[in-house]
């Protein structure tokens, strides 16, 4: 996606004032609920490549150190360095059950004092969603801090909420200085919410590309040995599907689309656990004339050659799960085309079908059938030229531009607090 002429102006303006400018870079203090694999190295690479001051807050420390996933259904860590090379600090969570995944799962009474003893001239914040985030809110507006929003929320696959929903986050966004958007459908959500043009700047969901080279000996040889430990010729298609095994992924329906094309020189690859893998297992047993492998969760440092020794990554995903789709990132940045459904965040911007992969109706089983059987017989390295021209832009560097531009539209504010 191309942000519009407006944000592109401002994008350039701000990076001037940050790179060209004697004045001092405004001292941001960002909060996030917990260490992510995405996240953390844009924060580092923040820290080497621009003059921003900034201070990370995380409000609980999953990731960091072994804790058990319920969609996983297992326990583990990120085999990735989340902390070094970039200030930060972690909040006293004293949620009796902390997470994400309530309300009340992330309670940091001490984040006020912490935040007043930093002095920053703005906040960015991750989400809304929770008791911490409400609370820091109503607290910088008292001490008329600007905040700068960052989600990906869209409407994709759901009419339009109920006035009354509406009307409450419409308030809420209201209490923004500015917000960041992700993507297209990023963007239709806040402006469909009465978040002004002015307030909005475009800040892609980028990942750390430098990990994810297609060119990297190291993990063209492991995933060459990975396809032949499972036996697979060279010129095997293989598709791929990598995540949680949980139905909002729809895992069951790519296996039984997949199961349901004439056999061939193919395989569909299950890389993730999650209460979907014994159904699957036992679905793909009771189909033999098919090759279905099955393969472990892999970490962060693994999944480069997983991207690799496959020839197309799968996400298809439906409903409101899939927010934007990072790994759809990941496998293009490996040179992967990406067959999605359309509720899949990203889409409109990285997945053109017939382009740089393939779009299905979430909810239409025979278009997830003919686009896989598409998938299987395209000329793919054709499409891998514009699979690596479309994510090029979507860097931490383009992400930075849109982080600059939201602060320099809030400085004015800022320096009289």
């Known amino acids: 996606m191309t ?19 004697p004045s001092p870079a405004p001292r941001l203090a960002i909060v996030l609920s917990h260490p992510t694999q995405y996240y953390s190295p844009w924060f580092r690479w923040l820290r080497q490549h621009s003059p921003l001051s900034f201070r990370v807050f995380y409000l609980w420390d999953f990731g960091v150190k072994a804790t058990r996933d319920p969609e996983f259904q297992s326990t583990f860590a990120w085999d990735v360095d989340l902390l070094a090379g970039y200030e930060h600090e972690f909040v006293p969570n004293t949620s009796r059950d902390a997470g994400t995944h309530h309300f009340a799962g992330l309670r940091n009474p001490t984040l006020p004092a912490r935040l007043a003893a930093y002095a920053p001239h703005a906040i960015l914040l991750f989400g809304y969603a929770y008791a911490t985030h409400l609370r820091l809110l109503a607290w910088a507006r008292l001490r008329r801090i600007p905040v700068i929003f960052r989600g990906d929320s869209h409407f994709l696959g759901r009419p339009r909420p109920p006035f009354a929903t509406r009307a409450m986050l419409r308030l809420l966004y209201r209490q923004f200085t500015a917000l960041t958007y992700v993507g297209a459908a990023n963007r239709d959500y806040f402006t469909t919410l009465g978040v002004p043009e002015e307030k909005l700047f475009f800040a892609p969901h980028s990942v750390d590309h430098t990990r994810f080279d297609p060119a990297s000996e190291s993990t063209r040889a492991t995933a060459a040995a990975l396809r032949a430990s499972i036996g697979l010729a060279p010129d095997t298609r293989v598709i791929l599907f990598a995540g949680k095994l949980i139905p909002a992924k729809q895992p069951r329906e790519l296996l039984d689309a997949f199961l349901s094309l004439p ?10 656990e999650g209460p979907e893998k014994n159904a699957l297992l036992q679905r793909a047993a009771a189909t033999p004339s098919h090759r279905v492998v099955f393969l472990p969760f892999a970490n962060q440092s693994e999944m480069p050659a997983r991207y690799l020794f496959a020839d197309v990554f799968a996400l298809p995903s439906r409903g409101l799960y899939e927010t934007w789709g990072l790994a759809v990132n990941e496998a293009m940045h490996m040179g992967r085309p990406c067959l999605v459904s359309d509720r899949v965040g990203c889409q409109r911007d990285l997945v053109t079908h017939g382009a740089t992969g393939w779009v299905f109706r979430s909810e239409d089983y025979s278009d997830l ?4 059987a598409e998938a299987l017989s395209a000329d793919l390295d054709s499409m891998r030229l514009a699979v690596a021209e479309r994510i090029r832009s979507y860097t931490y560097a383009q992400t930075t531009l849109g982080l600059h531009a939201a602060l320099s539209a809030v400085q004015p504010r800022s320096s009289q607090s």
């Open 3 to 21: 942000p519009p002429p407006s944000d592109s102006t401002r994008q350039q303006a701000s990076d001037r004032r940050f790179n060209g400018s």
């Open 263 to 272: 056999p061939g020189d193919h395989v569909l690859v299950f890389v993730g």
């Open 369 to 372: 059938r003919s686009r896989l």
